[in-house]
Structure formats: structure tokens, C-alpha cells
């Protein structure tokens, strides 16, 4: 069994040590403002900053909000505020 663990980036790109000494040199030079990529947060879900609710779910529901998501390609949270958008009529 092997213990040799290889690591990457989001990209998947394999980070050596030449990729380090390659980062590390750029970062010592220093960036130029104008070039980096504004990468924000999440985006908006309505009209403004959007809150986190607790709720509690039954075992037997939220297997089925999870199942429905899956099938939809979506996410639970998307799936429950489909649902109370639809119960409360707002778009």
C-alpha cells in the first residue's frame, strides 16, 4: 500500500514543488490589481442579502427533499424555497 499522497488545485492541476517555487515567486513580485478577477460571493438570490432559517426536517422528509434534488440536478435548499415560494405565492 502506497502512503505517497499527490495534491491538486480546483483544476486539477498537480502541485510540485516547482509549482510552489513558480507561485511563491510571483507572489513575492507582487500582483497588479487590474488583472485579478473579482470572484464576489454567492450570488443574490432575490433583491437583497438572503438569511439563513433553520428548520427541522424528519428523517423520511428530507431523504425525499435530498432525492428530489438529486433527480433535479438542484440542491435541498433550492428545492425547500421552491416549495415556500409556491405556498406563500411570492415569485
Known amino acids: ?9 480546483s483544476r486539477g492541476i498537480e502541485i510540485t514543488d516547482e ?4 507561485l511563491v ?20 438570490l432575490g433583491s437583497a442579502p438572503a438569511s439563513v432559517v433553520a428548520v427541522r426536517l424528519d428523517p423520511d422528509l428530507r431523504t425525499a ?18 416549495a415556500i415560494r409556491a405556498y406563500v405565492h411570492v415569485a
Open 1 to 9: 500500500m502506497s502512503t505517497d499522497k499527490s495534491h491538486q488545485t
Open 65 to 82: 427533499v435530498e432525492a428530489q434534488a438529486e433527480a433535479d440536478g438542484t440542491t435541498a435548499s433550492d428545492i425547500i424555497r421552491r
Open 19 to 22: 509549482v510552489i517555487e513558480k
Open 25 to 44: 515567486e510571483e507572489a513575492e513580485a507582487g500582483y497588479d490589481p487590474k488583472i485579478l478577477k473579482n470572484r464576489g460571493g454567492r450570488p443574490p
